[in-house]
DNA sequence: CTGTTAGCGCGTTCAA
DNA sequence: TTGAACGCGCTAACAG
């Protein structure tokens, strides 16, 4: 594996290495024929600048990191999906960050990463972030940060939401609309600010219809599986429990399901059940869950794109700016209704 | 945003930058003093070592790429957790590569990465692949390259399996022990060594219970979902159509359920069905599927660690060595009769 | 149009 | 025990 640089190519043609060099770059400053030596030189040696080598010289790496609580999850796997279509495209590459939802691991990544590995950062916060002096540091680095769904709005840095409080308004409509009484919305975590929206938009639903908003019925789960399923089958083991749950985000509306299960609730019949979820879960089931999905391969396109221009205006800072892309709510209840 | 480098650190303190860089790596040239002032003064700003400046000097990047067909898949994502999380570790970083199981995208890849961005490579390589030159050119350049999963046999490199004949053959036991005759396999390529040690252990379990091997119930899906959808409901259209359907991955698995509801065939009465999966889709089916389940986050941490070892022994090559891990049957079919 | 020079930030001789 | 000098591979200012 004889190592192929710019020097190899210089003195295998005669020339210096800032001639090949600029050749390369295609500069108007070097003659055609020259050009054609070098380009067609590399060609044959397979020549491939050294990225890191540029990086220390443009002061930038085109590398860019992804910071999500989880990966096994099928909104964050799409917005993956989403990011890594637009880097190809932009000659972008991407790093993968997972916090597992623990605050600490966020933390270590935003102080690590403010050591010029990487030129950006598009993030997801944890559930467990109520402070965000972090990702100050970041920007103050010189490193363009870009929030995506479970933002910290308190930072200024351009962020990429959904209509959380619209669409979660429609769903409880949706409920309602259908004869439930009482509901139940199964939250995350108060700190999260999608969750405070949807959250919102659930008691906006409510209200609309004169329904008290009963405080009772808004139940943090957490994020951990077996918590989260122990919680819910209280709840609805309950000889008044609630007759619709509003799920979330996904992992709570697949622990209800179990639960249902569990406990021979039919669905929609017992619990009507409505959800966030990014899953094809709502056409495998059986019955199908009504749901909201969450554009999550645009959010993915979209955060990066964002991140990209203003990496390429090279200002050092980024635009404050606020995205919000449409959910789609799929309500299944009706359809049920008509069987 | 003040960088802060070694130069900063040096002239702060009065002393020279390789002073401040021995100190840093706790060199023992350096006296106890020193070391202390410099560390302390680093800490006190924050200073961290530009990670490309370094590679350049000791020819490393710590960054590894991890090559893929798609991350919207639990086997992938499972996989991309595991190896994250030894990356995090062992203190490497993860890039992610997707192919979209195009043959075209890998190539260019394996072409891309030869420029010294990664040390090194982990992949499963696509359902189009049919040649390996192009691993082998990696390789060559000094970049070591762990396959998993979706390997290439003919390619001598490290590799990561799992004992797909066996389960197979176990899998297609389970069925016949459950009164099927007519076992449909739905595979992906023939180009897949994966999908050919299945069928192989299909094959094998019919032949252990003198049920002839039928050619036209290996059925080719391809990787599009419409396409294999069509095709599996051609198959269950049919009259005689199979008793059981032995599907090679999860989406032909979910493609098989979607077109028994479709055709109103109910599963297990009309059409058994096993499945190699990763999703909780198991458990949350009505009625659930007997799998096949992969270690698929083992197999992500065994990949990343023997590739890690490699990298880190500075070897240049990679020890050819081949590993293979268990998959988890989970026969359902008995529990349903048990019902 | 081409070459010389001077770094980017760091690690590593080799002298002092 | 410290520091000066060099080079990793590349880009860019400037001189010719």
Redesign the pocket.
Known sequence: MP?V???TIATEL??????V?????D?????????QKVVSLAKKLN????PY??S????QTRNIAVIIPEIANNFFALVINGVESVAREKNYHVLIYLTHDEYKKELEFCEYLQNGRIDGVMMSVTTETQTHEHIGRLTEKGILVVLFDRVCHEIETAKVTTDDFVSSLNATEHLIQNGCKKIAYLALSSHLSIDNKRKAGYAEGLHKYNIPFDASLVIECGNNENEAHQIIKSLLSSPNRPDAIFASVEKLAIETYLVCRELSLSIPQDVKVICFANLKIADLLNPPLSTITQPAFEIGKKAARVLFRNLDSKRGSIENENIVLKSLLIPRLSTQKSD
């Open positions: 190592k640089n710019l020097k005669g020339v210096s290495i800032s001639t060099s600029k050749a390369l770059q500069s108007y400053e070097i003659s055609k024929e020259t050009k020549f491939q600048p050294n080598a540029s220390l010289r443009r002061n």
